[in-house]
């Protein structure tokens, strides 16, 4: 089972609006909640990070009654294939408002929808823990995005060998692959950078990417238990793993009887450095 993580997106142009919303999340139990009033900050944020759920409103220009960017928000989550329970807000009356919600369910297989007219909190942190519970129902493809993400286009069966024949297993691929989803699953989807995913480099299984499950830049290594121990304690003295990524902090930690695996938050990229 993949890790869960709890980023809720809000995008509301109304400040008012907007901190119920937050209110809303909070109450819930999830803390990581990113707000933002506008598309550019929205797509920005959903580029940087993947989220659980998303309480978008269609409008996001209090005087302008035609615009429905929300929809644009919708098109960028579902773009990047993420499964992110959308609920759709509108604060909107009239004839236009059916169509518009009727789009925002099958297009863009909203979760639900509700509307600022008839608004109770309660109601909203209902919809946001359901949304959760979907949203983990549809993580079934994570394995997959992991796997395509450290092979960079490489052939599966090329980089296990790769795999296999570069850092000494005890377990074969079985026991690779369980020390690659405890390690890195907290930390998907991966965005590889300009030089693809994970290659050997001095015995040592390294890549680097940006999380958009943590929203940040990172770099995983792995390889013989004794051999990361090595590596680790070097990088604590210089602050550059492998003499080629300047890092900070260890972010992830597994191991397995003859492996282990760390992975180190960047210390100097960017989500632009990825693709």
């Not at 499964?83 to 909203?110: F, L």
């Not at 509307?115 to 209902?126: D, G, H």
């Not at 590596?231 to 210089?238: D, G, I, K, N, Q």
Request: hydrophobic share 40%; glycine share 12%.
């Amino acid at each position: 089972m993949m890790a869960i993580n709890g980023n809720v997106l809000v995008v509301e142009d109304e400040n008012s609006w907007s901190d119920v919303y937050a209110r809303a999340v909070r109450r819930v139990g999830l803390d990581q909640v990113v707000v933002t009033d506008k598309y550019e900050g929205a797509a920005s944020a959903i580029d940087a990070m993947r989220f659980a759920v998303a309480v978008v409103d269609i409008g996001l220009r209090v005087d302008d009654d035609t615009n429905i960017d929300g929809l644009r928000v919708m098109e960028k989550i579902r773009a990047l294939g993420d499964g992110t329970s959308i609920i759709v807000v509108t604060g909107r009356s009239g004839r236009d408002v059916v169509p518009i919600i009727r789009d925002s369910i099958k297009r863009y297989d909203a979760f639900d929808t509700i509307a600022k007219s008839t608004f109770e909190p309660a109601a909203l942190r209902s919809l946001i823990k359901g949304g959760l519970d979907e949203y983990k129902r549809g993580l079934g493809d994570d394995k997959k995005r992991l796997y395509a993400a450290l092979r960079g286009g490489t052939d599966p069966l090329v980089w296990d060998d790769r795999m296999l024949r570069g850092i000494p297993v005890s377990g074969g691929a079985r026991e690779l692959y369980r020390l690659i989803e405890g390690l890195l699953d907290p930390f998907v989807p991966l965005v590889p950078g300009d030089h693809g995913g994970v290659s050997i480099l001095d015995d040592v299984a390294c890549g680097a990417f940006w999380s958009r499950g943590t929203g940040e830049p990172v770099v995983t290594c792995f390889g013989a238990g004794k051999r990361i121990d090595t590596v680790t304690e070097a990088t604590a003295e210089s602050g550059v793993l492998l003499d080629r990524h300047p890092v900070a902090e260890i972010v992830g930690r597994n191991s397995t009887n003859s492996l282990k695996g760390v992975v180190y938050r960047l210390a100097d990229k960017q989500r632009s450095d990825f693709g």
